[in-house]
T-cell receptor, first 113, second 111 residues
Framework: DAMVIQNPRYQVTQFGKPVTLSCSQTLNHNVMYWYQQKSSQAPKLLFHYYDKDFNNEADTPDNFQSRRPNTSFCFLDIRSPGLGDAAMYLC????????????FGDGTRLSIL | RKEVEQDPGPFNVPEGATVAFNCTYSNSASQSFFWYRQDCRKEPKLLMSVYSSGNEDGRFTAQLNRASQYISLLIRDSKLSDSATYLCVVIVSGGYNKLIFGAGTRLAVHP
């Protein structure tokens, strides 16, 4: 049973048209992460939530925003997607203050037309 | 210097071969270590945690050398299905524990 669920699996949007990616979890983990992964590169952390505390990576563009309305859901909003934002977006969860690894969703592959 | 470094490969090996990957990390505050496997266009999946005493899971053996700050993964009797990218992941303790990914090592097992 999927524990970290991302929707949609594939998203196509137009250049400059806002898009929202969603992630939900059934693990009740207190930390949720959003990563961007481009071909042959490591996943790049965009931001994470520790409960409701939002933590932005210093090099995450302003174009990327996130919301976590409750423990189970987290959203990634891309306000004005550019061609360079085409990538796989991975959501992951983890229980902080443990040595446990992250659990990843299947990812959303974003294409920009 | 990257915080977690891996040889990108690709490692091209025949079925049945033994192959080893290394990963080095620079932050001495690193506290937990993992190997993930990622298939093409799929999400990373946990392969195994890495413990100080070394640990084995079937054909896979992971080792940690804290003094030299490196982690290794050994795969014995390689199968075609082992072809994937192997990501080294390190948890660095801090205000919020931070997960650092290596760029991955690509393995291609051929008949």
């Amino acid at each position: 049973d999927a524990m970290v669920i991302q929707n949609p699996r594939y998203q196509v949007t137009q250049f400059g048209k806002p898009v929202t990616l969603s992630c939900s979890q059934t693990l009740n983990h207190n930390v949720m992460y959003w990563y961007q992964q481009k071909s042959s590169q490591a996943p790049k952390l965009l931001f994470h939530y520790y409960d409701k505390d939002f933590n932005n990576e210093a090099d995450t563009p302003d174009n990327f925003q996130s919301r976590r309305p409750n423990t189970s859901f987290c959203f990634l909003d891309i306000r004005s997607p550019g061609l360079g934002d085409a990538a796989m977006y991975l959501c992951a969860t983890r229980q902080e203050l443990s040595s446990q690894p992250q659990h990843f969703g299947d990812g959303t592959r974003l294409s920009i037309l | 210097r990257k915080e977690v470094e891996q040889d990108p490969g690709p490692f091209n090996v025949p079925e049945g071969a033994t192959v080893a990957f290394n990963c080095t990390y620079s932050n001495s505050a690193s506290q937990s270590f993992f190997w993930y496997r990622q298939d093409c266009r799929k999400e990373p999946k946990l392969l195994m945690s890495v413990y100080s005493s070394g640990n084995e899971d079937g054909r896979f053996t992971a080792q940690l050398n804290r003094a030299s700050q490196y982690i290794s993964l050994l795969i014995r009797d390689s199968k075609l299905s082992d072809s994937a990218t192997y990501l080294c992941v390190v948890i660095v303790s801090g205000g919020y524990n931070k997960l650092i990914f290596g760029a991955g090592t690509r393995l291609a097992v051929h008949p």
